[in-house]
């Protein structure tokens, strides 16, 4: 159905979760460049032996190798670029819809790459549950976003 506005309520519907999986993209990526000071701050707030080994960690590692840090302002940057790809849907949806696809599926993606690569790592298993809950939690408004274009293409 048209509102007024000229946009359909299933378009006004993909693009509110768009909007929202960018936010979340650029939010993501702005909290990796700062790591140090997060951890510092992590650590303060709760005192469990893995967030105080990784603080200590980052901080030794900084201290002696602060460029190893640029590979984490590249996962920023990663994580911005493709927020960018998501401007595509937004203007238009139905056009667009590859592209909640490919953010769907990596999403879907990230699960076994957090549970592979954690235990390559040795991240502890919650850890890696944390991580995969963002693929989990990514792929719900991407779904949805992707059912409210397909009833927008097929109305």
């Known amino acids: 159905m048209i509102e007024p506005g000229g946009a359909s309520s299933h378009l006004r519907s993909a693009r509110v979760l ?17 790591l140090e000071t997060e951890l510092r701050l992590l650590a ?10 990784v603080r200590d960690g980052l901080i030794d590692t900084y201290a002696r ?10 996962l920023a940057f990663g994580h911005f670029a493709i927020a960018i790809a998501f401007i ?5 949806p139905v056009k667009n ?7 769907m599926i990596s999403c ?3 699960i076994p790459f957090a549970l592979i690569m954690g235990e ?24 949805v976003c992707r059912k409210q274009i397909k009833l927008e293409a097929f109305a």
């Open 97 to 103: 819809i590859w592209v909640i696809e490919f953010g």
């Open 120 to 143: 390559v790592r040795g991240i502890p298993m919650g850890w890696r549950l944390i991580d995969c809950s963002f693929g989990f939690f990514g792929f719900i408004p991407l779904w």
């Open 18 to 34: 768009i909007i929202l999986v960018i936010v979340g993209l650029v939010v993501s990526g702005a909290t990796a460049i700062p």
């Open 108 to 110: 879907v993606l990230i």
């Open 88 to 92: 595509g849907p937004l203007r238009d």
């Open 65 to 74: 190798y602060p460029f190893i840090g640029y590979g984490t302002d590249w």
């Open 44 to 53: 303060r707030w709760i005192d469990q032996p893995w967030i105080i080994k």
